[in-house]
């Protein structure tokens, strides 16, 4: 079975610093890498993944993470927070081949980015 | 426009009274599933399904019944619901991405309290 751990469970950054979430995840298998924003009251929404090839993925909203393979790490950065970023973010893993195509998630970091 | 829809988004409701949370998508995806989100939990799958008729049990799936009788819907049924059910719940549908990775979107969520 997998497992992820998001080391910070709030996070208090200033408007236009950089911002750095921390996900590590253990796994016997190979796995697939993704994180999801939740802003206020709404559903999760893709921010990227990591399926394989090049180990820095960019994605939306100016968002990037990059795949550490060896330290089973998957952190998430962006170099200048807007006050729209406020909100929670959430790492997943999922099993390469797994039946039912399961999410495991972390249990999430807040990001309260202040002016 | 593609999405997962939920209903109704919340809900407050007595111990024991049956209910049921649906849950639609318009993407003609295969694999849907439900998830409940709780604080510092992150989600946890509850049940999901392959295709229509074929289901099975994620990691929490104790209090909870669903079915899968065409291929757009998934509704979630609480048979006997208890306070410890009282939480967020999110639909998703999956797209099916290079390899044997899955891309999920996810549902506006449905608030549920038992009182």
């Known amino acids: 079975a997998q497992s992820v751990t998001q080391l910070d469970s709030q996070v208090p950054v200033f408007e236009e610093a950089p911002v750095e979430l921390r996900c590590n995840y253990s796994?016997?298998?190979?796995?697939?890498l993704f994180w999801y924003v939740q802003y206020p009251n709404q559903g999760l929404q893709l921010l990227l993944k990591y399926l394989s090839g090049s180990t820095l993925v960019k994605g939306i909203n100016g968002f990037e993470a990059e795949f550490n393979k060896s330290q089973t790490s998957f952190h998430l950065r962006k170099p200048s927070v807007h006050i729209s970023d406020t909100a929670e973010y959430f790492c997943a893993v999922s099993r390469w081949g797994a039946a039912g195509n399961k999410l495991t998630f972390g249990g999430g970091t807040r990001v309260l980015v202040k002016p | 426009e593609a999405q997962v829809t939920q209903n109704p988004r919340y809900l407050i409701t007595v111990t024991g009274k049956k209910l049921t949370v649906t849950c639609s998508q318009n993407?003609?995806?295969?694999?849907m599933s439900w998830y409940r989100q709780d604080p510092g939990l992150g989600l946890r799958q509850i049940y999901y399904s392959m295709n229509v008729e074929v289901t099975d049990k994620g990691d929490v799936p104790e209090g909870y019944k669903v079915s899968r009788k065409e291929k757009r819907n998934f509704p979630l049924i609480l048979e006997s619901p208890s306070p410890n059910q009282t939480s967020l719940y999110f639909c998703a549908s999956s797209l099916r991405l290079a390899g044997s990775s899955y891309e999920q979107y996810f549902g506006p969520g449905t608030r549920l309290t038992v009182t």
């Open positions: 796994s016997s298998v190979s796995v697939y």
């Open positions: 993407m003609n995806h295969e694999y």
